[in-house]
């Protein structure tokens, strides 16, 4: 079946541009994270959504950073008035609440702001 | 400090060579650990899930957790040149929520 989708792919911004990054979950997953990965590093959290539950938004680095999850589906993360440091891959992974809980990763959506 | 230290790479190996690849932890609280291969320009997949101490074996993989010292390994057996990846370990302290990662260590298997 179809995995998790991220649009768009690649995208390039200027200093002080707002960018809207697209996230597509395998149907029927009921959670939501979002990430980011600066060259070289690993993966900084970002926001997580659980089902109807309150997102937990603990990493979101600063205030310019958003997300949204619509009908339990598809999820948008939006960066205000970017910056050079939120040049990064960004990452969206999906799973289903069980025991084991399985994050499948999307391609990410590798952002250069100039 | 970060909460998940990985052993920085690049890491070289000649195939069927094995191979550990290693990282520790800081939070106390952590249960769950986990291990994701990650392909260039990819996003990462789960390789190994282990919950509390001890070892979990699959195939050429096995995983093991001491939280005795916080020590997180993995080891590959009979490497492969399709092993060369880079390999993130990751903690978290519930089943779903979110996850600490290392830095990732940057394996190559050479023919």
């Known amino acids: 079946g179809a995995g998790v989708s991220q649009s768009p792919s690649n995208k390039v911004t200027e200093k002080g541009k707002d960018v809207e990054l697209r996230c597509d979950p395998i149907?029927?997953?009921?959670?939501l994270y979002w990430y980011r990965q600066s060259l070289g590093q690993g993966l900084e959290f970002l926001i997580y959504?659980?089902?109807?539950?309150?997102?937990?938004k603990s990493g979101l680095p600063s205030d310019r950073f958003s997300a949204e999850r619509t009908g339990g589906s598809v999820s948008t993360l939006t960066i205000q008035r970017t910056q050079q440091e939120d040049s990064a891959v960004y990452l969206c992974?999906?799973?289903?609440?069980?025991?084991?809980?399985?994050?499948?990763f999307g391609p990410g959506t590798r952002l250069l702001v100039l | 400090q970060k909460e998940v230290e990985q052993d920085p790479g690049p890491l070289s190996v000649p195939e069927g060579a094995i191979v550990s690849l290693n990282c520790t932890y800081s939070n106390s609280a952590f249960q769950y650990f986990m291990w994701y291969r990650q392909y260039s320009r990819k996003g990462p997949e789960l390789l190994m899930y282990t919950y509390s101490s001890g070892n979990k074996e699959d195939g050429r993989f096995t995983a093991q957790v001491d939280k005795s010292s916080k020590y997180i390994s993995l080891f590959i057996r009979d490497s492969q040149p399709s092993d060369s990846a880079t390999y993130l370990c990751a903690s978290k302290t519930t089943n779903a929520g979110k996850s600490t990662f290392g830095d990732g260590t940057t394996l190559t298997v050479k023919p």
């Open positions: 149907s029927g997953h009921t959670a």
């Open positions: 992974a999906s799973s289903l609440k069980r025991e084991r809980e399985t994050q499948y």
């Open positions: 959504f659980q089902g109807n539950s309150a997102p937990d």
